[in-house]
């Protein structure tokens, strides 16, 4: 479904489509955008490993690096050169984390030591990482993550052949239910209505959370079961 055709459906159901309108063309795609997004936040984030969002340059004597803005959870993260594992830490786990090399114990955070990085500290500022150890060698971390999409439609500039194609084209109808709820909490007299703005907030909601159980359904390994005779 491509964002013209997702706002002739808006403009149908809000009973918008002779002009002027009610909401803007403009408004209008503001609030697809932002259905986009919710969607794919409410649900859990899209699944990736391979854009560019998932690679962090590990520079040599810095050990702070910038994340994509993108990025809701990281899941893993590995080094380029060798492929080794690089241990996903939160800030608020830190108080549990202690590196005892050569007999000296030492909070992770504050750890200076230069070599090949073991360690990602996530949490304490948004959209940046800590490495452990100091990077010595330039290399790269490569991380599994859920994101947001990496583009999305222009209310200002918007190209109506624009399709959502991070996310399956059966969700993007369900869209409208959350453009319908903006559209009527727009502060005007002609279309504020809390009734329907909470009822279609809702409805979007709801049908966010069937299907992110239907992914996590999809998601989730059949173990095999062995009976013994009787």
């Not at 969700?171 to 002609?190: E, I, N, S």
Request: proline content about 3%.
């Amino acid at each position: 479904m491509t964002a013209g055709e997702l706002l002739e459906q808006y403009r149908l159901d809000m009973v918008d489509t002779v002009t002027p309108h009610f909401w803007s063309d403009t408004e209008a795609y503001r609030y697809m955008a932002s259905a986009y997004n919710m969607f794919v936040r409410l649900t859990g984030g899209i699944a990736d490993f391979t854009s560019k969002a998932t690679q962090v340059d590990i520079v040599v004597g810095e050990n702070v690096a910038a994340l994509d803005k993108s990025i809701l959870r990281i899941m893993e993260a590995s080094r380029g050169s060798d492929t080794a594992k690089i241990e996903v830490i939160n800030q608020a786990n830190l108080t549990f984390q202690r590196d005892n090399d050569y007999g000296r114990i030492r909070q992770l955070y504050t750890d200076n030591t230069p070599g090949p990085v073991r360690y990602m500290i996530i949490g304490a500022e948004r959209n940046k990482v800590r490495w452990v150890q100091m990077p010595e060698v330039a290399d790269v971390a490569n991380l599994l993550i859920y994101r947001l999409p990496l583009n999305t439609i222009d209310p200002l500039d918007p190209d109506e052949s624009f399709d959502f194609s991070e996310v399956e084209e059966e969700h993007h109808t369900h869209f409208v239910l959350w453009m319908r709820y903006l559209g009527y909490m727009k502060a005007d007299a002609d279309t504020f209505d809390q009734g329907k703005a909470t009822l279609f907030k809702a409805q979007f909601e709801e049908y966010c959370n069937f299907t992110k159980a239907e992914w996590e359904r999809y998601k989730h390994k059949n173990r095999s079961v062995a009976y013994g005779g009787l």
